[in-house]
């Protein structure tokens, strides 16, 4: 499968990576709200609301394809509890810093209804590379039960053709 990626233009033959650019809280927000309450950045989002603050971080999960010999890769974004999120800030740039945090899966993954409600481990790694999700698998959705099982490659080309159409 080749496709043309957005951000370079030029022509891929491996499978992109189906990332989102931030959480699905933060694509909720108004204009105003975006540019009031709220701060992106490349690896973190900051929602400050009246009654409480949201906060995320970027990360990856990997989606296991059954008889093919490429994964499904998703730049995602998980919420955090604040204990959480600070220590992953106050580590941000320690390349030996191995943990796991409790959060949230923050975007909708095409296919699938409500992902942002999935419970998740998110594990960092060393060398500053972001870390990655990891659904709990006791959670019942469709989404960690294809986690776990695997997809097969049309659905996941589909997928991808999916992303790219959006983009």
Not at 87 to 106: C, P, Q
Request: proline letters at 4%; aromatic letters at 14%.
């Amino acid at each position: 499968m080749s496709y043309i990626c957005s951000h370079c233009g030029k022509e891929h033959e491996e499978w992109p990576a189906l990332t989102f650019d931030a959480p699905y809280a933060y694509y909720r927000l108004s204009n105003e709200d975006k540019n009031n309450i709220a701060e992106l950045g490349s690896d973190h989002c900051i929602i400050n609301y009246k009654n409480q603050t949201d906060l995320f971080i970027r990360a990856t999960l990997i989606q296991k394809v059954n008889s093919h010999c490429n994964n499904l890769d998703y730049g995602i974004w998980v919420s955090l509890s604040e204990k959480s999120y600070n220590d992953y800030a106050d580590n941000f740039d320690n390349e030996n810093h191995i943990t796991s945090y409790f959060g949230y899966l923050s975007n909708n993954i095409p296919g699938y209804e409500d992902t942002f409600i999935i419970h998740t481990t998110v594990n960092t790694r060393a060398g500053n590379e972001r870390p990655e999700v990891v659904p709990h698998e006791g959670f019942e959705h469709p989404f960690v039960t294809d986690y776990y099982n695997g997809i097969e490659k049309d659905e996941a080309e589909r997928r991808i053709a999916d992303m790219l159409k959006s983009q």
